[in-house]
């Protein structure tokens, strides 16, 4: 079992930046995939980024492509979403989401694919 804190969120201004980090327990954190998902008020959860259990591979929904850049460092236990010229419409609760497995042959990008959650971390981005 996994357990994933996540860390970074705040209030900052259009066009700003900023960094979440999802730290993770235990001593196998390079057999999972990670996730990023979204949620906002009356939405859906939704994936914003997923990144194989190498961090070779990478997968972005279309609406933050070019923006966000998703990362990992195994030897920390620590998968990372930087986030630049942030936007209104990316006002959310974001989530940090493992995997089980080190299957790359496909991105994984729905949430009942995910085997463990962290509680989130909120971001407003303020016009």
């Known amino acids: 079992q996994v357990q994933l804190v996540e860390s970074g969120g705040g209030l900052v201004q259009a066009g700003g930046s900023l960094r979440l980090s999802c730290a993770a327990s235990?001593?196998?954190?390079?057999?999972?995939?990670m996730g990023w998902f979204r949620q906002a008020p009356g939405k859906e959860r939704e994936v914003v980024a997923a990144?194989?259990?190498?961090?070779?591979?990478?997968y972005y929904a279309d609406s933050v492509k070019g923006r966000f850049t998703i990362s990992r460092e195994n030897a920390k236990n620590t998968v990372y979403l930087q986030m630049n010229s942030l936007k209104t419409e990316d006002t959310a609760d974001y989530y940090c989401?493992?995997?089980?497995?080190?299957?790359?042959?496909?991105?994984?990008?729905?949430?009942?694919?995910?085997?463990?959650w962290g509680q989130g971390t909120q971001v407003t981005v303020s016009s």
């Open positions: 989401a493992a995997r089980r497995g080190r299957d790359n042959s496909r991105a994984f990008t729905k949430v009942l694919e995910y085997d463990y």
């Open positions: 235990g001593r196998t954190f390079s057999s999972y995939i």
């Open positions: 990144i194989s259990w190498s961090g070779i591979s990478t």
